[in-house]
């Protein structure tokens, strides 16, 4: 494999495997337990939040992405996951704080252990260790954090299949066909 | 007023004025036939789609804006709300046909009286007459469809209110409070 | 024409009738002064700043909507449009300030004489005046900004295809040809 | 690392190792020789458009993603990245033609090693092989496919950062200061 691919192959293994394995259990409780589940994040982050979302919705969940048309008002029993990086995203934090005000959950999905998301949030998710976003070349910005918490929403995905039995075909069905 | 606010408004407004009154009339109760409303169109069309979506939304229907992360398949039942100025938009005729063969509704926003979607669409509501849209400088390409059809919408949306005495109070309620 | 449609048209004339005739003449002078024009605005505000941002690259300038992929930094030299009804939206203050310290320079349109975004802004340019807003049924939230603004940005356009002679070809040329 | 979080990464790894090594050489080169570059996909494949679109204008490009606001047009010396996992997307075959007829250059990032875009393309680069996509439980329809095809972008980014000896400082400095 090229070195290229391997350099960030390699780091998003290191990353999710110091990454608590309980996670997967513990964010698919949460989405359970809420009647809408918004996904909220800026940048690169936001599509991650797209990639989410999308199957959340093939899989049967009411999910929605912060910025849309359709996206509705959050609300008492809904659930809001912030994805930042630094956990110190400005429309985030207020966002974290209107979504508390309202009665709704907030977890965030972040690379630092502690910031002001952090304490705004009823549960932290990190992504890898504070050790684990040293910088690399090639690797600029919030790459490696982007990239460990898509997959590990992948992998999240994969588990909310394998535990609730979803058919691809009933996924298929609920797929957009207009373009 | 300045001389160009004048040149646009008094163009929406003779092209308004030519577009048959019973147009809200038939567009709301195609709208409420419908399980889900979806509606299309590329470019400055596909602002119009998003403008008109929201409020759907706010007064309570189940609507969609094509593309859109959580947009999810048309089926028998739904309705296919396209806007095209020429009615010649390739995805759109894809997707008028896609949305035909699963049984649902199509009705075309257009400005032309004849055209491949109109030949499609179950109804067509021409905004103007094939007479409307001669070349004005400063109004350029598909301006004066545009803005026709979103303050068309837009007096749908008032129809909508007034008919079913929505209140404001309501509609605030269902609107995004993230950001 | 419709009742409603009517109703429309007749507010937008109305608030457009009292917004000062020299705005086209004071906005077109501060983009042709810049290097590169962000507009920024939330929800349908946000839809607003995409219609005269599309329309500008047509007529050849260098300018981005907040939120897009390739939206680059901005820098001193450029200006900042913010499109905000109340003059209170969360993040555009925290982007109005950023741009300040910069060194860019940032107008605001807005629906209110004083707001903290008008204290931020290098100039403000109110559509209407604080008696424009009154509520009207069918016309629910911010709709009469949105649609007077949106009006005001389209005769802008118009003043600068008129005033510097931009062939609609020319602007074609530009446009977008692939989906 | 949990089950679920291995499949994803094996896979990937499993992938991008039958994916030819010299893929990054050869379309770093087509990127070079473009003056202004075009990605498109639909959906999922969309989102990894805008992925690789971002860090190309950071690094200096002139890129844009297909239907954002400030897209212009394609035109003879440019190139039209397409990524379409079936090679058979049907706005993506018309833009594909669209972009032949004026002259710019077409390359295909695809799952198949046959398909109407590929007739098409000037360039195909099959990300895997035709075998490399049997059904897996747990990552649903073009799963897979994207994740691929974003790493190897990403891993492409890295590339070029490294060839060129782009520093992160002057990356970060394109970055979007507003939100």
Redesign the interface.
């Known amino acids: 494999?090229?070195p290229?691919?391997k350099?960030?192959?390699d780091k998003?293994?290191e990353i999710?495997?110091v990454?608590p394995?309980e996670?997967?259990d513990r964010l698919t409780a949460m989405v359970d337990a809420a009647e809408q589940v918004?996904v909220?994040g800026?940048?690169?982050s936001g599509?991650v939040t797209?990639?989410f979302?999308?199957?959340l919705?093939?899989a049967g969940y009411k999910?929605?992405?912060?910025?849309?048309?359709?996206?509705?008002?959050?609300r008492k029993g809904d659930l809001?996951i912030v994805i930042s990086g630094s956990g110190e995203t400005?429309?985030m934090i207020?966002?974290a704080k209107?979504?508390k005000e309202?009665g709704a959950k907030v977890v965030l999905l972040t690379a630092k252990s502690s910031s002001t998301l952090a304490e705004i949030a009823d549960e932290v998710l990190q992504i890898g260790t504070d050790d684990s976003y040293a910088?690399v070349?090639?690797?600029?910005?919030g790459?490696m954090f982007e990239?460990s918490t898509?997959?590990?929403l992948?992998?999240?995905?994969?588990?909310i299949?394998?535990e609730k039995g979803i058919p691809?075909e009933k996924?298929?069905?609920?797929?957009?066909?207009?373009?």
């Open positions: 494999m090229s290229h691919r350099l960030v192959l998003i293994t999710l495997s990454t394995d996670y997967e918004f909220g800026m940048g690169r599509l797209k990639f979302v999308m199957r919705m093939h999910a929605f992405v912060l910025g849309e048309t359709v996206t509705p008002a959050i809001f400005g429309s207020t966002n209107k979504a309202v910088k070349k090639g690797l600029p910005m790459t990239l898509l997959i590990f992948e992998a999240m995905v994969s588990h299949i394998h691809e996924m298929r069905e609920r797929h957009a066909n207009l373009e």
